[in-house]
């Protein structure tokens, strides 16, 4: 028997547990060792760790973590969680009083050819993780969504020329006066596909060539075992989906708690940390509190 069982033991899951671990209590972390980061060679905006290969930054975490005599670490993946009827909880047969969800979440890109490749490297979905390291050179946004907006408006501040690519969507009045105002240029035709470095073959044959291309993402938790498990799925504004907690970061099933990105509209490695350490304190409150 565990007192807390943690799936996923990336920056979330690793968070929650050190808080545990100095707890003295009795955890496993099962971790599939698939991070949502893996594509990219650099994680920036992190305090203190700036730049980062993401892989190292999880190794120190699980080697820090894995000096505590109470943790117990376990690669593989969690098919099942059923709940008992004292309501704790059955983790591919390991028994839990309580569990925390840090299973991160996946992807889904936009169907263009040429994007998937360069995923994490040229094709990126996030201003404040990879905009800097554009070096002021000109950004393409993929205006495959709607709320591709924003990053454009945003985009602007990293200091190159940026170009909305609508990729033949429309465009609100009100959205495109304000992307002009900022200096955004606006391409209506559409993307036939993306080659080179980051270079953008329109369907009319022309070719605009970037040094990045920002894509909006719709993001998934990456297991379904929230979902099976009965705990209520959140949509956020770019129609992906997340598990649904409180504050204290507890999901709507008794002892079922959730941090990380897959438990977050918005999400980044600082906000990921963070999230583990306000669902491991909060799991280990819940075993104290409990009458
Ligand atoms: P993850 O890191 O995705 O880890 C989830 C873990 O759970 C994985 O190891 C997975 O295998 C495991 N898991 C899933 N299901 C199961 C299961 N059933 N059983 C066992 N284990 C399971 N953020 C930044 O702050 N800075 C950056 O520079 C940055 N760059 C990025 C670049 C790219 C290309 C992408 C896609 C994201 C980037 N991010 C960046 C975001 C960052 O990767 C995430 O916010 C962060 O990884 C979230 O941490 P997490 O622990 O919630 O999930
Ligand atoms: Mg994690």
Redesign the pocket.
């Known amino acids: 028997m565990y007192e807390v069982v943690i ?9 929650a547990a050190l808080q545990l671990a100095r707890a003295r209590r009795r955890v496993l972390v ?11 060679s ?5 305090l203190s760790r700036d730049g980062i290969a ?1 892989g190292e930054l ?1 190794r120190l975490g699980k080697e820090q973590l894995l000096a505590y005599p109470t943790v117990t670490w376990r690669d ?4 099942r969680i059923a709940r008992r009827a004292d309501d704790t909880l059955e983790v591919d047969g390991e028994h839990a009083l309580r569990v925390i969800l ?4 996946r ?1 889904d890109l936009p169907a263009i050819p040429g994007l998937a490749e360069r ?2 490297d040229s094709v ?3 201003p ?3 905009g800097y390291e554009l070096d002021r050179g000109a950004v393409g946004v993929l205006g495959t969504h709607p709320m591709a907006e924003h990053p454009a408006l945003l985009l602007v501040d990293w200091g190159g020329p940026v170009t909305y690519l609508a990729h033949g969507h429309a465009i609100a009045d009100d959205a495109r006066a304000h992307l002009l105002r900022r200096g955004v240029a606006i391409e209506a035709a559409r993307i036939a596909d993306v080659r080179d470095r980051a270079t953008v073959v329109l369907d009319d044959g022309r070719q605009l060539a970037f040094a990045g291309l920002l894509a909006v ?1 719709q993001t998934h ?5 929230a979902a099976e498990l009965g705990c209520a799925i959140a949509t956020g504004p770019t129609g992906g989906t997340y598990i649904q907690t409180d504050a204290m970061k507890q999901t709507t099933v008794p002892n079922v708690f959730a ?6 509209m918005m ?7 963070a ?2 350490v306000m669902a491991g304190a909060s799991a280990h409150r819940s075993l104290v509190m409990a009458r």
């Open positions: 799936v996923g033991g990336s920056y979330a899951g690793l968070s099962v971790d599939a060792g698939v991070r949502r980061n893996r594509f990219a650099h994680a920036h905006g992190f993401p999880a593989g993946r969690v098919g840090a299973t991160g979440v992807d995923w994490g990126f979905h996030c404040y993780c990879h993402t938790p990456s297991s379904p075992v941090a990380g990105d897959a438990a977050m999400a980044s490695i600082p906000l990921a940390v999230d583990g």
